[in-house]
C-alpha cells in the first residue's frame, strides 16, 4: 500500500495556532525588533511557515522516509559509488561526548585527544597509501581531486613550469575533468583498449611538456586492474609530469598494494566509501589526499604536526602550502568514523575487506554472465560492467527499464549508462558487506526482469509513488509547489 500521507505537504497538513514547542516567557526586557535590527534585515511580514504540532511533524517526515531506500533498508550495488553498510559501532563512538563536544576553536592544548587521533589518521593513510604526507582537510573526493591538482599546479609554478594538460582515460569519472578544470587545466581524453585498459600508443602520442598530470583511476571504472600501471607511470614521469590515483576504488586494493607503490604521486581517499561513514545527500563527506614528499609542502595548511615532547598541534608554518581549502580542519566527524574503521580492522582485516569485496563482485558476475553480456570478461575486482544490449536490440529493453523495475523487487539500481564507452552500460558492485543470499536473490530479480513484458518494463516502477517521470524535464524545468497550491515552473 502506498503511503499517501507521506506525499503530503507540511503545508496541507498545516492548522492555524498548532505548535510543536512551548516557549517560556521572556526573562529581560521586551525591545521591539525595529530598535535591534537596521530596517534592511526586517521583513515586511512573518514568512508563511507551516503551523503543525509535534506529531504531525514527526510522522511526516517517518513516513517520508520509508519511502526511500539506502545502505540500511535495501541492497544498494551502486557501481562506482562502493555503497556499503556503515558500520553502526562507528556511529556510536563519534557521538561520544569526548567527540562530540569538541569545538575547532578550542586551545590546542585543550585538543591533544582529537589531534592525537587525526595526526595517527594521517599516519594510516599515508601508509595504506604508499604516500606518506597526507591533508585531511578536503571535503569530499571530488574536492580532494581538486586539491590536488591545485597541488600540482603550485608544484609546477615553483619549477618555474607551465604545464597546461591534464590527460585522464576515457572511462574515467566526470569529476575528473572537472576537477582538472577547476585546478586551469585543460584535459584530454585517452583512449582505453577494448579490455578496458589504457591504449598506451594514445597515451604516449598525447604527452608532452605541457603535461602537468595523468589521473587514472585503478582499478578502473570498468572493475579491472590496468597492469599497465608500471609502465603507465615510467611514460609519464619521462616527461616529467605527475600520476594522480583517483581514490574511489580503493575497496578493492587495501593491504594488497600500494598507489605510492606502482607509480602514483597523488590520490585522493573516499572515507565514507573505503571505510565507514554515512552516505548520500550531498554529504558530510571527506577527500583526504596523500602524496610524495615532494609535493607535501604544497598541501593545504594546517596538517597535524606530533614534536619532540610528543605534543600535537596545527602545522601552520608551510610557506609553500596553497592554502585552506575548507573552513576548520575538515568534516573530523567523517574522519573519526573512519579512523574506528582502520582501527578496529586492522591490517590484516582491510586486506580480507577487500579480498570479499573481490570475491563478491566475481560471484555475482558469475551469475549474471549467462543472461547478460559482461563486455570486459569472466573476472573482475570489485565491480563489473554488464550490458543491455543484447535485450534491447532483441526486446527493446534499456538498462534504464531494467534498473526502473529493480525498485519493484526491493532493489536499488545498479549505476546505468556509465562508464559511456560501454553501451547501455550497467555498473554493479555489490561490496563485502553482502551474503551470498542477498547476491543470488539480485541476480534471480535480474533474471526475472529481462524476460519480463516490454510493456510492463516500460512504465516500472509500479509499487513507488512517483512512477516515471521526465528526469531530463524534471532536471531542466522542475516544478516547484507553493503555498497556495499553485504549481509554478
Known amino acids: 500500500m502506498r503511503n499517501t500521507r507521506a506525499t503530503q505537504s507540511l503545508f496541507t497538513l498545516s492548522k492555524p495556532g498548532r505548535r510543536g514547542a512551548l516557549l517560556p516567557a521572556c526573562d529581560v526586557p521586551e525591545q521591539p525588533l525595529e ?81 592525537r587521533l587525526l595526526f595517527e589518521m594521517q599516519e594510516m593513510l599515508g601508509e595504506i597509501a604508499g604516500l606518506p604526507v597526507v591533508s585531511l582537510q578536503p571535503a569530499a573526493g571530488a574536492h580532494g581531486e581538486m586539491t590536488a591538482l591545485f597541488v600540482a599546479a603550485a608544484y609546477f609554478r615553483d619549477l618555474g613550469q607551465r604545464r597546461t594538460k591534464v590527460l585522464a582515460p576515457d572511462s574515467a569519472h566526470g569529476t575528473n575533468p572537472a ?128 614534536d619532540a615532547a610528543g605534543v600535537y598541534r596545527l602545522d601552520y608554518d608551510r610557506p609553500k602550502s596553497i592554502g585552506r581549502v575548507r573552513a576548520f580542519f575538515g568534516n573530523v566527524g567523517v574522519l573519526v568514523r573512519a ?33 547478460l553480456p559482461v563486455p570486459q570478461g569472466d573476472r573482475c575486482m570489485h565491480e563489473f560492467i554488464a550490458s543491455a544490449t543484447k535485450v534491447k536490440g532483441e526486446r527493446g529493453v534499456s538498462a534504464m527499464d531494467i534498473a526502473k523495475r529493480l525498485l519493484d523487487y526491493g532493489f536499488h539500481a545498479p549505476t546505468v549508462y556509465f562508464p559511456p564507452i560501454v553501451r547501455e552500460a550497467m555498473m554493479i558492485e555489490p561490496t563485502e558487506t553482502e551474503s551470498k543470499e542477498t547476491l543470488d536473490a539480485f541476480a534471480e530479480a535480474l533474471r526475472t526482469i529481462i524476460e519480463e513484458p516490454a510493456e510492463l518494463l516500460h512504465a516500472a516502477p509500479h509499487t513507488t509513488v512517483i512512477s516515471r517521470p521526465d528526469e531530463v524535464k524534471a532536471a531542466r524545468n522542475p516544478a516547484v509547489r507553493w503555498t497556495d497550491g499553485v504549481t509554478k515552473q
Not at 504540532?53 to 540500511?72: C, G, I, K, Q
Not at 574506528?340 to 558469475?366: F, K, M, Q, W
Open 35 to 115: 530598535s535591534l535590527l537596521p530596517p534592511s534585515a526586517l521583513a515586511d511580514a512573518p514568512p508563511p511557515l507551516a503551523e503543525l504540532a509535534e506529531p504531525d511533524v514527526v510522522r511526516h517526515f517517518t513516513n517520508l522516509s520509508t519511502l526511500n531506500m539506502s545502505v540500511d533498508t535495501h541492497f544498494y550495488p551502486l557501481g562506482s559509488c562502493t555503497m556499503k553498510y556503515n558500520s553502526k559501532r562507528n556511529e556510536r563512538l563519534v557521538a561520544l561526548p569526548g567527540m562530540a563536544d569538541l569545538h575547532p576553536y578550542q586551545r590546542e592544548e585543550t585538543l591533544q585527544g582529537m589531534l
Open 339 to 371: 579512523y574506528c574503521y582502520i582501527r578496529t580492522h586492522g591490517p590484516d582485516g582491510l586486506r580480507r575487506v577487500s579480498e570479499e569485496a573481490v570475491l563478491n563482485a566475481n560471484y555475482l558476475l558469475s551469475q549474471v554472465k549467462s543472461f
Open 179 to 306: 576537477s582538472a578544470a577547476m585546478a586551469g587545466f585543460d584535459t584530454l581524453s585517452v583512449k582505453s583498449n577494448p579490455d578496458g585498459t589504457v591504449d598506451l600508443n594514445d597515451l604516449s602520442a598525447k604527452l608532452d611538456q605541457d603535461t602537468a598530470v595523468f589521473m587514472i583511476t585503478n582499478p578502473n571504472t570498468l572493475g579491472m586492474f590496468d597492469g599497465q600501471i608500471r609502465e603507465i607511470a615510467r611514460r609519464v614521469h619521462e616527461v616529467g609530469a605527475l600520476i594522480y590515483l583517483d581514490g574511489a576504488n580503493m575497496n578493492a586494493i587495501l593491504g594488497i598494494t600500494r598507489p605510492g607503490d606502482f607509480g602514483a604521486d597523488m590520490m585522493h581517499f573516499n572515507p565514507h566509501k573505503t571505510f565507514s561513514g554515512p552516505h548520500g545527500g550531498g554529504g558530510p563527506g571527506a577527500g583526504p589526499i596523500a602524496v610524495t614528499e615532494r609535493l607535501g609542502g604544497y598541501l593545504p595548511a594546517p596538517l597535524v604536526a606530533r
